[in-house]
């Protein structure tokens, strides 16, 4: 499982600072596409998935910024985990392995679950020093920083750090 598929699901809803953030989870045939399912989940359900991505953004949010989050959301996040299936059986993948999931039941917190175990691995394990949130103030992406210094500041180079970079050689132009 991937360990940043929890903040990967947080950040279907990006560039987070500005008046109106980009969704795009716009309706559950969406999410649906994301979680690669075949049919649309009903609208409680999305609803549902949607609280719950707030709650996840939350809580690493929190963590990049050096807080503790707020204990409401651990406790939500710790009320849909004892909801969700337990992990109790391995299956082949084509890469590797993988927790096996009754998808037939189709209840958001079934669906989710490898997320919301992806975001209790992720609080309980070593990474969770190493999140971060993009050091755009429009972006407040978040990440894992894997980089060998540790001290990765953007969600992408190719992004927001090349537009860090512009806008300082534009007022060191200016200025000069």
């Known amino acids: 499982m991937n360990a940043d598929l929890c903040l990967e699901f947080a950040n279907t809803r990006y560039w987070r600072g500005q008046d109106t953030p980009t969704e795009t989870l716009k309706e559950p045939a969406d999410l649906a596409a994301w979680l690669k399912l075949p049919k649309p989940l009903a609208q409680k359900e999305f609803d549902q998935a949607l609280v719950l991505r707030e709650t996840i953004h939350r809580l690493f949010d929190a963590v990049a910024q050096g807080k503790v ?47 919301l175990w992806s975001a209790g691995d992720l609080l309980a394990g070593g990474k969770l020093a190493k999140v971060r949130r993009c050091a755009n103030p429009e972006c407040l992406y978040l990440f894992v920083d894997e980089s060998r210094a540790g001290r ?25």
């Open 69 to 115: 989050p707020a204990s409401r959301d651990l406790e939500d996040l710790n009320t849909a985990l004892a909801a969700a299936p337990a992990r109790k059986a391995l299956r082949r993948e084509k890469e590797g392995y993988d927790w096996d999931l009754d998808m037939k039941s189709g209840t958001a917190l079934v669906l989710l679950a490898p997320i």
């Open 152 to 176: 990765r500041r953007w969600c992408t180079m190719s992004s927001c750090g090349n537009r860090a970079k512009a806008r300082r050689h534009y007022h060191k132009s200016k200025q000069a």
